[in-house]
């Protein structure tokens, strides 16, 4: 397997017996060990109404995790950029990267991250919830950064303090986006993983240099739950695989105990449904997860691989990433 540089997606997760205080603390705990161990960056994902995550606001969460450490890069995996104006995420930005110069990442996502009546309530209006404008607003979201407004608006902060702007997504659109606009592209494997290998290669084929970038570069987030043995990670796994059933269901709630998903029944549809997520991803003992990752990074060879560790116990949270880190390097 070949060498892959490491990172971490955070979704801050609430447990079902926590408060979300207790969740972003432990998200900065998370954030302070993962540069100890040396991970390349640290990020944390916008999602709105949903009881079980406390990153709905990442400009806010990221302020506080830059704070709290001194290396490693922090970013948005990401902002979901239908939900604001682009001169708003500019100047948070550009205020972040001002307060901490070199470490911010921006990426930036064209799906609302929520459910329709929810993204409404975040703009007050249908404007722009739509993806057909998503090329312009990320196009004039550059340009604040860069002076480029052409009605001579200032971003302030923003503009000469450009994060490293990143897009993500889980479709080739957004592998399309990137490539054409010359920027580093994320792929959400963890999300849609039938679409990585596609994805990516559409990405690669159709790069422009740019300003930003000379060359492709890619990161593929993967979900990783590692333990000493395959059965204790999938006792893990369980909370993660119950949040996206419920989440399917349109019934998202705080993270589960893994004895709380243990017993929940499960239809044979959501049964189904976790099974073909887990097969694509990184889960079990640290032999099984080095044979599935030198498997995913064959096929899919990013820069970067990002580990997302849904976990219920901040501690077993941690070793799942440390034995995780170990299985892939080796």
């Known amino acids: 397997m070949s060498a892959v540089t490491l990172s971490v997606l955070d979704l801050a997760p609430v447990q079902s017996d926590a408060t979300a205080g207790d969740a972003l603390h432990a998200t900065t ?5 993962a540069e100890e161990q040396g991970f390349r960056r640290f990020w944390v994902a916008e999602h ?21 450490t ?14 604001h104006p682009p001169l708003v995420v500019a100047e948070q930005f550009g205020t972040l990267e001002s307060l901490h110069p070199g470490r911010i990442d921006l990426g930036i996502g064209r799906a609302p991250g929520t459910d329709p009546v929810t993204a409404r309530a975040l703009r007050r209006s249908a404007e722009g919830l ?36 990143w897009l993500l997504g889980s479709s080739g659109y957004s592998a399309q986006v990137a490539a054409v606009l010359g920027l580093p592209f994320a792929f959400a494997h963890h999300i849609a993983p039938d679409n990585t290998v596609a994805a990516l290669t559409l990405y690669r084929d159709n790069f422009r240099p740019s300003q930003t970038l000379s060359e492709p570069y890619t990161i593929v987030a993967a979900s990783a739950i590692c333990a000493d043995t395959d059965a204790e990670a999938d006792r893990l796994a369980a909370p993660r695989d119950l949040a996206f059933a419920n989440l399917r269901s349109g019934r998202p709630q705080a993270l589960a105990t893994p004895e709380q998903a243990a017993g929940f029944p499960g239809t044979d549809a959501e049964r189904h449904f976790a099974a073909q997520r887990r097969a694509a ?12 990752a030198a498997q995913l990074l064959d096929a899919t060879s990013p820069d970067e691989l990002m580990l997302n560790t849904l976990v219920y116990d901040l501690d077993a949270r941690i070793r799942s990433l440390d034995l995780t880190k170990k299985a892939i390097d080796g």
């Open 29 to 33: 705990r998370f954030a302070q060990h």
């Open 48 to 68: 709105h109404n949903m009881p079980g995550i406390a990153s709905a606001a990442p400009a806010v969460v990221l302020a506080h995790l830059a704070a709290s």
């Open 70 to 83: 001194s290396r490693i890069r922090v970013g948005s995996g990401g902002v979901m950029l239908p939900n």
């Open 130 to 165: 739509g993806g057909d404008a998503f090329p312009q607003e990320l196009t004039a979201l550059i340009g604040f950064f860069r002076g480029a407004d052409p009605h001579g608006i200032v971003a302030s902060p923003g503009l000469g303090a450009e994060p490293q702007v």
């Open 281 to 292: 991803q990184l889960q079990g003992s640290p032999e099984t997860v080095r044979a599935q």
